[in-house]
T-cell receptor, first 118, second 114 residues
Framework: GAVVSQHPSWVICKSGTSVKIECRSL??????MFWYRQFPKQSLMLMAT?????????EQGVEKDKFLINHASLTLSTLTVTSAHPEDSSFYIC??????????????FGPGTRLTVT | AQSVTQLDSQVPVFEEAPVELRCNYS??????LFWYVQYPNQGLQLLLK??????LVKGINGFEAEFNKSQTSFHLRKPSVHISDTAEYFC????????????FGAGTRLAVHP
């Protein structure tokens, strides 16, 4: 149980275009979803936190107009990288958590999406 | 503010040897502690967590960790490692459980050699 998927797993796009990454909780309702960014051989940096039906809360230094996050349902959150540039190339990982009793106080991570901007 | 320090960026070890990956944290309030493992090009998998209770926590794949409040440490141990344990290991803290944000350490690369 508690499976989180991401799509696509790998995407290449041209500079200036936008790309959307989906994060889905497959077998539970995710009241909160998190988006992380990970550069090669580095740790995960939290970009934003989103609660279903609410605007995302962005971490300091993350451009909210560039990284659009939508948490439209209890099983789906999307991250759209707008006007992507080569410096946006990174590994993006989402995680989901639930306030239900069965899944308490734990984040479940997706497999990640490798974005390469050329 | 909370912070996490993983003292070793890389730990090489021979197969079947014991290993300890060190983690220290800083916080003025009580925290929850986690260890995650990441295999290449994959997301994170939870190894174990400390929320409360017994300070010795057992996790998956034979790993365990001990919470030491006085030393603000949460070191990860395994008595005998396998080649398949080669991966990146992250220590993380959270203020009020996993659905609050996690603060990650820089990670420790465990390399198990035959």
């Amino acid at each position: 149980g508690a499976v989180v998927s991401q799509h696509p797993s790998w995407v290449i796009c041209k500079s200036g275009t936008s790309v959307k990454i989906e994060c889905r909780s497959l077998d539970f309702q995710a009241t909160t979803m998190f988006w992380y960014r990970q550069f090669p051989k580095q740790s995960l940096m939290l970009m934003a936190t989103s609660n279903e039906g609410s605007k995302a809360t962005y971490e300091q230094g993350v451009e909210k107009d560039k990284f659009l996050i939508n948490h439209a349902s209890l099983t789906l959150s999307t991250l759209t990288v707008t006007s992507a540039h080569p410096e946006d190339s990174s590994f993006y990982i989402c995680s989901a958590s639930s306030s239900s009793r069965k899944i308490s106080y734990e984040q479940y991570f997706g497999p990640g999406t490798r974005l390469t901007v050329t | 503010a909370q912070s996490v320090t993983q003292l070793d960026s890389q730990v090489p070890v021979f197969e079947e040897a014991p290993v300890e990956l060190r983690c220290n944290y800083s916080s003025s309030v009580s925290v929850y502690l986690f260890w995650y493992v990441q295999y290449p090009n994959q997301g994170l998998q939870l190894l174990l967590k400390y929320l409360s209770g017994s300070t010795l926590v057992k996790g998956i794949n034979g790993f365990e960790a001990e919470f030491n409040k006085s030393q603000t440490s949460f070191h990860l141990r395994k008595p005998s490692v396998h080649i398949s344990d080669t991966a990146e290991y992250f220590c993380a803290v959270s203020l009020s459980g996993g659905y609050n944000k996690l603060i990650f350490g820089a990670g420790t690369r465990l390399a198990v050699h035959p």
